[in-house]
């Protein structure tokens, strides 16, 4: 059962005060999330969750983040902006880009952020860039071929293919770059891999951990670095749909200091810092999609029309991603009707929700669309002129304020030449 972190009537008074549709965050929810990342991966000195700013780029989620510790995982100019605009710069900022633009590494190294490079390219790339390179630098692996975690619970399957992602560098190159990099006087070294997405299985990081661990091991060996810092990046993922299992992040942050004690440790490597960058997993289940019924249609099928659509959350028509959706009010009716829950776009793949078994609809009834905090208003798009929705914050006091304003049709008009 996926629940609402808001009731009916405490959703009509914000909408009351500020029209659908809006995309909606729980303070609460993040932090206590945030808390127990933190605790699971307490037993490492050095850990460190750098946000990744992509999943949900508005500044007072940053801060708040940054007040449960978190620094920003940025990969553009804007983000690296932002970033310093809510005064987290310096180590608090990995910047983790990939076919970066000169100006892009020029401002992170200016903002004092840790350079992670995708590329061996991106070594001389960088120096020419920056006219050095920095003492503290990382580089992202690619192992290639299919990873698997095989049979998880519940039957699901963790796979993914970095075989074929434009990310990183194969195994050759890392041991180059890094002596490169050590002869262009870079003195400490880390190593950074995003294997999976969405992963539900507790045993992606552990997994990942022991791949980069050994790594570590063998590239200390081989080139005489000193790695001080492995990132695991992101790729901890939640469940969208209501019968998943959620991943437990204390089972997971165990699993891997198991790995981190068999490998680092007993190699003389337990200074290591560890990072993450997770993005989906801090925010996705604190933001809720809230959107109204303003239309119903009976032809072939039954549909439902809102007031949201694929501009304010883009994963269904994208990836086809299945999101929850609670009607508001009618938690406990039974879902004997089957809809398509669509938006107005002349896109006909606009469809939060196709053949879902919901409670009867009424037009006026408020829908909460779930796992909306990460890539949902972040993704959004102006398509058909439609105007990104609002972000507001429900804090812990129950009250809200608005964290973004809604578009007007003077920011969409704002950059044409008539
Ligand atoms: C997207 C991204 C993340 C965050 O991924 P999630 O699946 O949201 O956890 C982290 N690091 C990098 C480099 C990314 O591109």
């Avoid at 500020?18 to 965050?25: K, N």
């Avoid at 998943?244 to 007993?266: F, T």
């Amino acid at each position: 059962m996926k629940k609402p972190f808001v009731d009916k009537a405490q959703l009509e008074a914000i909408a009351a005060q500020y029209p659908t549709p809006f995309h909606l965050y729980d303070e609460h929810g993040i932090r206590e999330n945030a808390r127990r990342l933190r605790a699971a991966f307490s037993w490492n000195p050095g850990f460190r969750e750098y946000f990744a700013v992509k999943a949900t780029p508005t500044p007072a989620i940053l801060k708040l983040l940054k007040e449960e510790g978190c620094g920003c995982d940025c990969s553009s100019l804007a983000e690296l902006l932002m970033a310093e605009r809510c005064g987290i710069t310096g180590e608090d900022i990995v910047f983790s880009s990939n076919d970066t633009p000169a100006e892009e590494f020029q401002l992170a190294h200016q903002l004092g952020a840790i350079i992670n490079l995708d590329d061996l390219t991106m070594v001389d790339y960088l120096e020419r860039a920056i006219g050095c390179v920095p003492e503290k630098v990382c580089c992202r692996y690619n192992p290639g071929g299919i990873f698997t975690l095989g049979q998880t619970r519940e039957g699901f399957q963790v796979m993914d293919d970095p075989g074929s992602a434009k990310y990183g560098m194969t195994r050759d190159q890392l041991s180059e770059a890094f002596r490169l990099l050590a002869a262009k006087g870079a003195k400490e070294f880390g190593i950074h891999a995003f294997l999976a997405s969405n992963t539900l299985s507790n045993e992606y990081y552990p997994t990942l951990a022991r791949i980069l661990f050994r790594l570590a091991v063998e590239l200390q060996e081989e080139t005489g670095v000193h790695i001080t810092f492995i990132d695991l990046s992101g790729g901890i993922g939640v469940p969208y749909r209501p019968e998943q299992p959620a991943n437990d992040i204390a089972a997971i942050g165990e699993g891997v200091r198991q790995a981190y004690e068999e490998i680092l440790v007993s190699a003389g490597m337990g200074d290591v810092a560890l990072y993450a960058e997770l993005g989906r997993f801090m925010l996705a289940p604190y933001g809720h999609l809230v959107t109204r019924a303003i239309h119903e249609k009976h032809i072939y099928k039954e549909y439902i029309g809102v007031d949201a659509c694929a501009c304010d959350l883009m994963r269904p028509a994208m990836y086809g991603a299945y999101h929850h959706i609670t009607v508001m009010g009618k938690e406990d009716a039974p879902c004997d009707h089957r809809y398509d829950v669509v938006g107005g776009l002349c896109e006909n793949n606009d469809k939060f929700a196709i053949d879902r078994m919901l409670p009867k609809i009424d037009l006026g009834d408020l829908l909460v669309i779930h796992d909306t905090g990460a890539h949902g208003h972040s993704m959004g798009y102006n398509y058909n002129g439609r105007l990104r929705s609002a972000e507001l914050l429900l804090h812990e006091d129950g009250s809200v304020t608005c964290i973004r304003r809604a578009e007007t049709i003077e920011d969409y008009f704002s950059t044409v030449v008539w």
